[in-house]
């Protein structure tokens, strides 16, 4: 019960965590000074797979501390494998997040990592996602995700590299893509680089969401 306790905080504090950024970035609320980058008010901030991401978690956490509320009041025996699956699948996407931002982002933009964990950002590339894979690999851990079931963390990136590759398709201008478009810096170089991104970034995912099973299962520690 100690476990699903701090699960429960934690799951507490990443919707609250979700829900502000989220507001700050639709706004264009600033509490830190300076250029940001990645950060585009109103609608258009959904176009971002951070955003996309953080949103998912933010849900999915409500959705399993509302059950684990009932599980402490007895209301219920267990939490459903499904569940935990939508757990794996919204973890796996902050963590493609957080791993993006400081693997590739931060060593191409100016200002480097600095400039990517300001205002809304501190949290949908470092906090959330931090706070995701610890509660998800040390506090709920269990074995009713069956590995059949980490494909599924997949279809979150696959729709998303859909939508961008597309995206990037039909803006392309003397074979140039602007990088308003491609704000991710993906076709810059070269058009080529979608067909080779995109997979890649996909086969990431689905290891990403193989390590994090095999951290999360119960007879492995």
């Known amino acids: 019960m100690r476990r699903i306790k701090i699960s429960l905080i934690i799951n507490i504090i990443i919707v609250l965590f979700t829900v502000s950024s989220a507001i700050m970035m639709f706004t264009g609320f600033k509490f830190m000074p300076g250029k940001d980058i990645l950060e585009i008010s109103k609608i258009e901030m959904f176009k971002f797979y951070t955003v996309d991401s953080n949103l998912l978690m933010g849900l999915v956490s409500l959705i399993f501390l509302i059950d684990e509320i009932k599980l402490l009041k007895g209301k219920i ?12 699948t919204s973890t796996v996407g902050v963590t493609l997040t957080f791993l993006t931002v400081f693997l590739y982002l931060g060593n191409i933009v100016d200002g480097g990592v600095v400039i990517l964990l300001k205002n809304s950002n501190l949290f949908l590339h470092l906090l959330i996602p ?52 491609d704000w991710y810096y993906f076709v810059q170089s070269s058009m080529n680089n979608a067909f080779i991104v995109m997979p890649f970034m996909i086969i990431c995912t689905y290891l990403i969401g193989l390590l994090l099973y095999r951290l999360n299962k119960k007879k492995n520690r």
């Open 130 to 181: 931090i706070l995701s894979i610890i509660s998800f690999i040390f506090f709920e851990r269990t074995n009713k995700i069956k590995i059949k079931y980490v494909f599924l963390s997949i279809i979150p990136t696959i729709i998303y590299s859909l939508f961008y590759l597309i995206n990037v398709l039909i803006h392309i201008e003397n074979g140039k893509v602007s990088p308003k478009y």
């Open 77 to 88: 025996k267990e939490i459903s494998s499904f569940k935990y699956t939508l757990k794996l």
